[in-house]
T-cell receptor, first 117, second 112 residues
Framework: DAGVIQSPRHEVTEMGQEVTLRCKPI?????LFWYRQTMMRGLELLIY????????DSGMPEDRFSAKMPNASFSTLKIQPSEPRDSAVYFC???????????????FGDGTRLSIL | SQQGEEDPQALSIQEGENATMNCSYK?????LQWYRQNSGRGLVHLIL?????REKHSGRLRVTLDTSKKSSSLLITASRAADTASYFC????????????FGKGTRLSVIA
């Protein structure tokens, strides 16, 4: 099992540029979550998908953030335009909604460390 | 919003000692989960305890849950340097399909 794969691992870009973060969930998992982690705010849920459909995007901070899941094996989180306050580590996680229990353990990727200059 | 809060924020112990971390939460839960995060890595699930359970074990890990006090503890026995990491609790809600909410974690340092 390859685990959740995120790319890139590090991204440094200038303010105003578009940033695209990518995630490949574990095969067969039907939930996908995007989180942002900072020292000040901890781990924040941005958006999550069920069977490729966005369920709750109330954690997306601004319209500059958007997420898509075109198929079961790929998701993107896009920031356009980026700002220095978007600097954080962004995690993708997936889980398997089995046994009728929504909150199964989540499997996290190793994150993308984003720095906006 | 409901959130688990870990205590202490940071903990430093000698190798071989036991480490205890606590988590308090605000409203009723269906289950509570503990995760570990090594520096520069993603979170790794350690253990899940349901609201009708009081204690669970997994190797050197022991988790307790007291729903009357809305608190949980994670005990790591005979700690090793490799246990150095941040530990997070995550809670859900019993009604509806709501996602986990994570606390800010306890940073554990185990000194060899």
């Amino acid at each position: 099992d390859a685990g959740v794969i995120q790319s890139p691992r590090h991204e440094v870009t200038e303010m105003g540029q578009e940033v695209t973060l990518r995630c490949k969930p574990i095969s067969g998992h039907d939930y996908l979550f995007w989180y942002r982690q900072t020292m000040m705010r901890g781990l924040e849920l941005l958006i999550y998908f069920n069977n490729n459909v966005p369920i709750d995007d109330s954690g997306m901070p601004e319209d500059r953030f958007s997420a898509k899941m075109p198929n079961a094996s790929f998701s993107t989180l896009k920031i356009q335009p980026s700002e220095p306050r978007d600097s954080a580590v962004y995690f993708c996680a997936s889980s398997d909604f089995s046994e009728g229990d929504f909150n199964q353990p989540q499997h996290f990727g190793d994150g993308t460390r984003l720095s906006i200059l | 919003s409901q959130q688990g809060e870990e205590d202490p924020q940071a903990l430093s112990i000698q190798e071989g000692e036991n480490a205890t971390m606590n988590c308090s939460y605000k409203t009723s839960i269906n289950n509570l989960q503990w995760y570990r995060q090594n520096s520069g890595r993603g979170l790794v699930h350690l253990i899940l305890i349901r609201s009708n359970e009081r204690e669970k074990h997994s190797g050197r890990l022991r988790v307790t849950l007291d729903t009357s006090k809305k608190s949980s503890s994670l005990l790591i026995t005979a700690s090793r340097a490799a246990d150095t990491a941040s530990y997070f609790c995550a809670t859900d809600r019993p009604s509806g399909n709501t996602p986990l909410v994570f606390g800010k974690g306890t940073r554990l340092s185990v000194i060899a």
